[in-house]
Every structure is written in structure tokens, then in C-alpha cells.
């Protein structure tokens, strides 16, 4: 079965780091992209960005530029989204999915998402 | 590049036949995709290049449109339906950006 399984729950305070997965499993890892949606609560979804496992290349999408670094380590087939500062505004559901490229594809894949709550 | 979806929200009845719209501020071809999410849970991808089904997604759902103006129809609700619809541009990886969303309500 193809899945994508997130990291658990988190809950942390203003200014400390975090760092959260998305562990690929039942297809070649590094043949998709893994992007990164943030979903505030009540509200809609957020393209982050996207990092590819085969050479790392990594593209974000502007509001988030600077505010978080998204990585990937193909060995163990995970990706990451890490903040240094966390700020209470990073409250939200962070869902990972998979993309094969873009023009003629979607999302097709999608983690079962991890809550952040910091306070 | 924005998406914008109408309605934001919309009742209709188990059996009515339903259209979300989504229109691009600059030409996105056929790149465009259509995902249905429900309460806490993760989106889940309908549509893809435009009016493509998602392999498992119901015949009743069916995409159309092109370039700036696209339409989500469903031909024949269900009670499983009721949800929140989402469109996505996928026109460069550098941005990827969503519609705002139109909740599918139960009238």
C-alpha cells in the first residue's frame, strides 16, 4: 500500500524549534516530490513548498520563504519541515502529499496530517 | 498565482446537481486539480489536469475548463459528499497555490 505517515502530535512553546516527518513507503521514493500544505484551524489549505528526494531541489512558496526549511533524506525515505523560531501564528495541521510533477498531476497521496499547537 | 472559487459556500439537497467554479487571475492551461475534504481528514485528490478522474473517485464527479476558468460538477449528490472543495493550480513548482475553498452544505 502506498502511504505517507506523518509525525505525531505536537505541542511547544514560542521560540522553540521543531522539526516534523513524512515517511514515504510502498513506491520508489525519490520518483515524487513531496510537498508541504498548512491548514490553520478553520481555515483553507496552504501550499508551503516541495522537495524532491533524488537531488534534494527544493522550491517554496513565497509567504513561506525564510520561515521554515523543508529537507529530505532519501535513504530513509522522510521528508521534513523544520522551523527555528516557532511562533504562535505556526498553530495549525501540516499535511504532506506526493507529487509526480506538475502541468498534469495532483496530490495524490496525502499524510494523515500532524497538529502543531504552540503556546 | 490566485485561485478564485465561487461559491464559498453552498447548500444544496442528496440528488440536486452541483457546479463550484474556479477562476485563474492568469492562464493555467488544463493545470489545474480538484480535491474533497472532509472534517478532519486529509484532502483527497478528485480531478487532476483539469477534467481527469482520480482513480476510485465516483463517475458523478467531472471537471471541465481551461486556462483561467474551470467548473467542479457533481451530477447527482450523495450524502457522502458533503464537504469542502478545493482547487489547485499546478502550473509552476513554485507555487502551487489552492483556492480558498466552497463548503458543500446539506440543505
Known amino acids: 500500500e502506498v502511504q505517507l505517515v506523518q509525525s505525531g502530535v505536537e505541542m511547544k512553546k514560542p521560540g522553540e524549534s521543531l522539526k516534523i516527518s513524512c515517511k514515504g513507503s510502498?513506491?520508489?521514493?525519490?520518483?515524487?516530490?513531496i510537498g508541504w500544505v498548512r491548514q490553520m484551524p478553520g481555515k483553507g489549505l496552504e501550499w508551503m513548498g516541495i522537495?524532491?528526494?533524488?537531488?534534494?531541489?527544493?522550491r517554496y512558496s513565497p509567504p513561506f520563504q525564510g520561515q521554515v526549511i523543508i529537507s529530505v533524506d532519501k535513504s530513509i525515505s522522510t521528508a521534513y519541515l523544520q522551523w527555528s523560531s516557532l511562533k504562535a501564528s505556526d498553530t495549525a495541521m501540516y499535511y504532506c502529499?506526493?507529487?509526480?510533477?506538475?502541468?498534469?498531476?495532483?496530490?495524490?497521496?496525502w499524510g494523515q496530517g500532524t497538529t502543531v499547537t504552540v503556546s | 498565482i490566485q485561485l478564485t472559487q465561487s461559491p464559498s459556500s453552498l447548500a444544496a439537497s442528496v440528488g440536486d446537481r452541483v457546479t463550484i467554479t474556479c477562476r485563474a487571475r492568469?492562464?493555467?492551461?488544463?493545470?489545474l486539480a480538484w480535491y474533497q475534504q472532509k472534517p478532519g481528514k486529509a484532502p483527497k485528490l478528485l480531478i487532476y489536469?483539469?477534467?481527469t478522474l482520480q482513480i476510485g473517485v465516483p463517475s458523478r464527479f467531472s471537471g471541465s475548463g481551461s486556462e483561467t476558468d474551470f467548473t467542479l460538477t457533481i451530477s447527482s449528490l450523495q450524502p457522502e459528499d458533503f464537504a469542502t472543495y478545493y482547487c489547485?493550480?499546478?502550473?509552476?513548482?513554485?507555487?502551487?497555490?489552492f483556492g480558498q475553498g466552497t463548503r458543500l452544505e446539506i440543505k
Open positions: 489547485q493550480q499546478l502550473d509552476s513548482y513554485n507555487s502551487l497555490t
Open positions: 489536469a483539469a477534467s
Open positions: 492568469q492562464d493555467i492551461s488544463s493545470y
Open positions: 502529499a506526493r507529487l509526480r510533477a506538475v502541468a498534469y498531476y495532483g496530490l495524490d497521496v
Open positions: 522537495v524532491h528526494p533524488a537531488d534534494s531541489d527544493t
Open positions: 510502498g513506491y520508489t521514493f525519490d520518483t515524487y516530490w
